[in-house]
């Protein structure tokens, strides 16, 4: 065998391994690629539905919304109304029922003092002073003075 012989057989068998490991490598891209079609297959089966299932209740959400929308809308057309209503009967009411109060506080007074000693008139240190929403005893007034 001469040096030409050889260096042809070692191409040709460098060309055998190199054909063998491309066609292993072929036949691998080859199951990836099924396996990635039938992946593929499989999220679309399973994505219809799910998004059937979704849109059923995105509608169904929005008829709701409907709904909440038109009692929404009733409850404040009933709050108006009871505002109106309640407005009518307090200037319809209120007046001659604070009179009638007054009135029935005045004969109490009366019917109270009636029975009563006549009662001296209020000296300084018998009221009260108002400060600005409360009411302070004159004792303490006359604690902190002295």
Do not use: C, H
């Not at 001469?2 to 491309?22: K, N, Y």
């Not at 709904?67 to 009733?74: H, T």
């Not at 006549?118 to 604690?143: L, M, Y």
Request: a positive charge; aromatic letters at 4%; hydrophobic letters at 45%.
């Amino acid at each position: 065998m001469s040096g030409g012989e050889v260096a042809g057989i070692l191409v040709a068998v460098f060309w055998a391994i190199l054909v063998s490991f491309l066609a292993v490598v072929l036949v691998r891209l080859a199951q990836t690629l099924k396996a990635t079609t039938k992946l593929v297959a499989d999220v679309t089966d399973q994505a219809v539905p799910l998004l059937a299932d979704a849109s059923g209740a995105v509608r169904s959400a929005q008829t709701q919304l409907d709904r909440v929308d038109a009692i929404a809308s009733d409850v404040q057309e009933v709050t108006s109304n009871a505002s109106a209503l309640s407005t009518t009967v307090a200037s319809t009411f209120g007046g001659p029922l604070v009179k009638v109060a007054a009135f029935g506080y005045g004969v109490r007074r009366a019917i109270g003092r009636k029975g009563a000693a006549p009662a001296e008139a209020p000296t300084r240190e018998g009221r009260r002073t108002v400060i600005v929403g409360r009411t302070v005893p004159s004792a303490r007034r006359s604690k902190r003075k002295g």
